[in-house]
């Protein structure tokens, strides 16, 4: 019988050391390791940016976790590739699965680092994309050109205004074109969304965030299920080489052992903090998927189990009152980044979405996003109040 989520986060690629009898995965800081005769491996591994004991402890429980809602018989084929960062993760899967010519679809409102690698960085090497809503089917559609369109990229729920793709429906459609699907699932994490079994090629992951879920470590992950597409990104892993150190290899695991728990307090809180912004004279607008009036809710409660710890929401009284709130704060830390255990405060149109400005990706100057953390509910809601004033 498969495992449960809860239960595959704290086991998988976690067997006790065969020797020691550690029950946590040793961090092996060798760059190379000693040959039994040349090409005679032990547990094959011979050089660190091929293969690491760390990181194959990792890549071993990112594949189980993103595997829990596929049927038995495909959770084996599903693999997984650690990388330095999440972008370093989008660099390389870009490079494997596009070529000079190659055109891809992005949300128009895509993670600012992930369209400025796509337009900024790829642009230059003939990888040619075009913006669409990743919340509107048939803009998707017209975005693609048949024959040319060779990976249509989702992210949901979005950030900083939470729009929701439906992954199911978008990947039906990328496959009808031939085209791969991959998604960026670091805003709702494994534990909420398992895109693989919803029809995606390939799931990435900055672990930076909710997976490492500490706020001391950047890292990233692709996750497939198709081996040509497994070989294909392993080769560019090795051959590229941004791949990530033993010890942040570690950090990443030992995060995702509390990932479930540390979501449910993430969403738990996150609903208590939308009940109150959205009854708060000072707010104008409050976007979270789980409220019935957002556009994505129907598609959100049925591909994510619960709708995250990610808030934002638009000040009454304009940017400059924004801001003031934003420094208020004083559990809240005015910081970029998510996912953490600790409650963050930004203001995107100044910090994580200033390079948006004059985009089609800029946002309301009005606008605060909220990663919501751990802490106890009384104490976060009691600091938003004053800070609203
Ligand atoms: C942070 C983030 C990334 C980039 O990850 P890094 O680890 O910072 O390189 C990609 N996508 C989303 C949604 C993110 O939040």
New binding site residues.
């Given amino acids: 019988m498969s495992q449960n989520f809860e239960t595959v986060a704290i086991h998988a690629g976690q067997t006790a050391d065969p020797h020691t009898g550690a029950v946590v995965p040793a961090i092996v800081n060798a760059s190379t390791f000693k040959q039994d005769g040349v090409g005679n491996l032990r547990g094959g591994f011979e050089y660190a940016r091929s293969g690491n004991p760390t990181r194959s402890a990792l890549e071993t429980l990112l594949a189980a976790i993103e595997a829990v809602d596929l049927p038995q018989n495909e959770q084996r084929s599903v693999q997984a590739f650690a990388f330095a960062?999440?972008?370093?993760a989008?660099d390389t899967l870009l490079h494997a699965v596009l070529s000079p010519g190659d055109h891809l679809v992005i949300p128009d409102d895509a993670?600012g680092?992930?369209y400025r690698l796509v337009s900024k960085v790829l642009a230059k090497w003939g990888i040619e994309h075009t913006p669409a809503p990743v919340n509107d089917l048939a803009a998707i559609e017209a975005a693609i050109q048949p024959g040319k369109t060779k990976l249509v990229w989702i992210?949901t729920p979005t950030?900083p205004l939470l729009n929701i793709g439906d992954i199911a429906a978008i990947s039906e459609l990328a496959h009808r074109h031939g085209a791969l699907v991959a998604v960026?699932n670091?805003?709702a994490s494994s534990f909420l969304q398992q895109p693989l079994a919803l029809g995606a090629d390939v799931v990435?992951h900055?672990?930076?965030?909710y997976l490492g879920g500490h706020s001391d470590v950047?890292?990233?992950a692709l996750i497939v299920k198709d081996a040509k597409l497994a070989e294909s990104i392993k080769f560019h892993q090795n051959a590229m080489g941004a791949i990530p150190g033993p010890n942040d290899c570690w950090l990443v695991i030992r995060g995702i052992k509390t990932l479930s728990v540390r979501m449910e307090r993430h969403v738990s809180n996150a609903k208590q903090i939308v009940d109150f912004l959205v009854n708060h004279k000072k707010v104008a607008e409050v976007f979270y998927p789980g409220l019935p009036s957002h556009p994505g809710h129907e598609v959100a409660a049925k591909q994510m189990k619960d709708f995250g710890g990610m808030v934002s929401f638009r000040h009454k009284e304009g940017e400059l009152a924004a801001l003031k709130m934003i420094e208020r704060t004083k559990v809240f830390t005015l910081a970029e980044?998510?996912g953490g255990v600790e409650s963050l405060i930004e203001h995107p149109a100044r910090m994580t979405h200033a390079s948006a400005a004059g985009s089609p990706l800029e946002v309301p100057k009005d606008l605060i996003r909220l990663s919501v953390g751990i802490e106890n509910i009384e104490d976060l809601l009691g600091d938003l109040s004053n800070a609203l004033g």
């Fill in positions: 960062s999440g972008l370093a989008e993670y680092g992930t992210e950030n960026d670091t805003f990435v900055s672990t930076t965030k950047i890292g990233g980044s998510l």
